[in-house]
Every structure is written in structure tokens, then in C-alpha cells.
């Protein structure tokens, strides 16, 4: 078997926050991307449905979170320094 | 805002990346749109980010070959732009696509449909829990993100992208647990024909299978994914036995996981060429619902054409051929010639891809891992149960099951579960899929923001006809 540990990366150099919580990306990541090496697969807020990304290509949109004021595919949404995004809620229509 | 070109393509992948060159060298002006940031489609995906640690693979190399070509060439490539509606109208297509937030129009004497395939999943128990991908969604993932799925992976499905997903996965150090296919060793070795016209392709596939053999990865042959478990998230993934049918066989057995790759064959993405005003006719050799198209991807309507997966699956190799052919019958077509007789012989390479299309297509008795329970519109989270009982209420098309259940009503337009709603309708009904056909697609194709239209509207603008002379 080989190693079990995720790949590492110490160039991480962007900081973001998804539902109030502070992760890093590296240049090129997406958000869904990033949530997933920090073992982050669940991209609905707790207490929700649980849901994460499936499809990968920005069609099924179960990946998609709350991004300044609009629904965005986490799956096709680069991460920057400072973003912020939330994820569904159980109330949420959309 | 509106631009205007001899002809727009539609998909930047083998097939319409090659199209749009193929058209540009005969002086047309060429725009390509993609949904991505850079040319490549799904299976030559760029990489967003680098890792010093891993090198290309062989996808990411014929996909920078692909790049640096259209590079070269007078195609402008129009990125992270997405169709939302297409029209003919004044003998010009109209595209309307969605860039940047912002709505944009475009018009082209001459389309090129290029819009590949996308996923088909089976709706099994635990299939909506996060860390269950779809498998080729997970092979454009680590194309472009150079991340494995997750810690330890269970990689199944039918056909060659099973293999190649594992052998991904542990060149980008992560682990897997088992690969996990429904198909036969035997199943692979009757497609040592294909394999021996393709030497090239087989040899990649040797080294991937040597790969996981290293790595002492355990294939799992005629088995099938039946459940997913954990909760939130995954923990574990139960198997399998099934017939040649792909019928489970009963009897399961755990397998510690904490990220599933699952996929069980690929769609052709036919909403587009329907919107444009082609019928879709069923031909499940070819993946399902595909608009007819001409062998040089000629349609009944002036000035359209298909060619890639999306107009029948047929696999990267061929498809970058076809769009060769397509592109500059396109081209010519426009100065009112037509491309000298070549009759069109099947190659190698198309060969090949169908073969491995065929070890993919689902077999019949997959069916039977949606139990009652099982969500099978993700969206709307409808079970089989409600669907099962609208349908024996006498809902027996996918419009009508839409309206009684919602089913396919969600944010994802039905493209996750349409598929398998006939399939529900074709098994209680005994109607053949062929005569269950999906929705009309109708705009916007996918959830568009509202102010992307509406934006620069102002109540001044609301025509308002002068009062009447009293």
C-alpha cells in the first residue's frame, strides 16, 4: 500500500473562511478542492442534509455554497485571500 | 452586447478544440467557448495548481499539446463562459452565455456542438452522503486540482476509467482501498482486437494496471458498490458479487473508506443540440439520447453541427479526429464547398473507444441497487418509493413524473436523475427507453442569476406608450 497520508503542501498561502471557520488554499485551488484536504468533504452546513460535491464539473450543483450574496458552484470557485462562503442550510430553498 | 463570428464551437475539448482549429486554417473567424478557464475539456483538463512532487500524466500532456495548438492558431477562446440559451434567427444562431456573471450574445453564422458527455450514477443506498463522487467527475478533480478524492478511496465502475481514476489516485499519493468493477476479466481480454490495433493506448493502460499491482491493490472483478455508510460523512463502502447482468448477487462485505469514486457510464450532453431545434432519437450503443448528425456532423438545420461525445459516446482518440473532419466541412461549407470524397473509414482509434464504451454501458441489472428508499432525485431528495407510486398512478412519461413528484425539478435540471427516472418508468411499464424520452430542455440550461439578465434594467426603460391626445 502506499503512504496514507495526504499529499502535503507548505506553500499554502491563502486563508479563507467557510461557515465561520479558517482553512488555507494554495493558488489555483478551488474552494471544494481545499475542503477536501482538510478533510473537509461536507460543503452543506451542519444540522442540514448532508451533502458534498459530486459531479466535479459544476453541473450537479450539490456543491454549490453562499459566496457574497449569490450561489456559486464550490466546485468552479477559485479560492483568494479573505474569501468567504457558507454552506446550505436546512431552510434554504435553493 | 453582441459579437458576431463565422463560426462559434461550442466545447473545448478533443473534439471541439480540434474543430475550431480545423475551421480556423481556412480563415473563418473562430470563436471556442468553454466552461473552463483553458481549453481541454473533462479528459485533457488543465491543472489549475502545481505540485512540484508529481509530474503530467499522459491525459495532462496530450492536453497541453492540445493547448499550445490552439495557442498558435486564430481561434479566440472564449473561458469560463457557459450556454444558457441558443435561437436562430435572421439565418444566425444566436448563443447566449453566461460570462463573468454577466449575460453575453453572440452570434455565428455556423455552430459547432462539441459538449461532451457527462456522468451516469445508479442510485444506490448512502449515495448522497459526502465523500460519494462520481468517477469521472473525480478523474477532472485530480486533473485540475492534483488532489486524490480523499485519504482512502474505493474506485468502481465499468470500462477503463475505473483504472485509470486508482492509478491517479495513488500517483498523487493517495490510497485505495480497492477498485471494485462490475465487469469480467474475460469481458477485457475479448477486447484484445482493439487492443492490438491500439498499441500506444493499451501500453498506457498496462502501465496503470502495473501501477495498482505495485501498490497491492485489490480488483474486485464482477463486483458492484451496494451502499455507502457514515454519517455525516463516509466512513465505509459495502460490495458485491453480481451476475454478468450486473445484478447483485447478495451478500455483502465492508470495505473501510473515506472517499467512494463511483460512476456507471457516460450521458452524451444532448440538451443543447435539442434546444437549438433537433429531435434526440435513443441509441443506447451510443450512450442514449443523441441529436442525428451526418459523418461530417451535418444536422437538419442549416449551419449545426455535432461532433465529440456528446453527438454518441465515442472516446477522446476519435473524437479529436471527428472534430478535425467536422470542423473544416464547417468551414468549407461557408464558401459553398464541400470537402473532397474521403470515405470515412472507421479507425483504430474510434474502434477502440467503442470498445471501451461497451465494457462501461450499464447492464440492465444495476437497476436493482435502488431500493425503495434510495433518493434518486438528489436535488429534491425523492426517493424510489414516491416515484414507483407516481408511476403506478398512472405518471408514465418524465413529464408527467416531473409534475407529480418534481422529480428533476431541482437546481441540476434532471441532468442527475432524468436518466434514471425512465429507467423506473421503462421497468414498472415494460415501455422500451426508446419511447420514454427526456423533457423538452427549455433556457436557462442550468440555474442562472437573475440579475445576469435583468442587469442595467431601469424602470425608465419600462416602455410606457404616450397618453392618448384627449
Redesign the interface.
Known sequence: MTSASMPKRTDADLRFRFNGTEYSARPGETLAAALLRAGVPMLSEPASDARGAFCWMGWCQECRVRHEGRWVEACRLFVHDGLEAHGRRADDAG | MQDSWDIAVLGGGPAGGEAARAAAAYGARIVLID?QARPGG?VWRA?????E??GDSSETAAGNLHRARLEKSTVTFLSQARLWHIERAEDQWHLHLLVD?CSQRHAARSVILAPGA??FVQPFPGW???????L???T??MK?????????SVVSGGGPLAIFAASEI?R????VAAVVTPNSKAEWLRCWPEFMANPSLTLRGAEMMMRLKR??VPILWRHLVSRASG????RAVQVTPCHANWTPRGGESAIEA??LCVGHGLVPNSEVAVLAGLTPQYDAQQGGWIAASGPLGETELPGLYLCGDGAGLRGAAASQNQGARVGEAAAMALNGQRPGKTSHRTSAAERFGRAMTRLAIPQPGLARLTDADTIVC??E?IPRRKLDAAIDAGATSLDALKSATRCGM???GG??CLTNAARLIGEKTGKQLADIPPPVPRPPL??L?VDAVGAGFDYDNLPIPAPAPL
Open positions: 466552461e473533462q491543472k489549475d495548481t502545481a505540485r512532487d508529481v456573471g457527462r456522468e448522497t452522503t459526502p465523500g460519494v463522487f462520481g469521472a467527475g473525480v477532472a478533480l485540475s486540482q492534483q488532489c486524490p478524492p480523499g485519504r482512502r495513488l498523487l499519493g493517495g490510497e501498490a497491492g454519517d455525516p460523512t463516509l473515506d472517499a438528489r436535488c431528495a431541482g437546481p441540476c441532468k442527475y442550468f440555474p442569476p
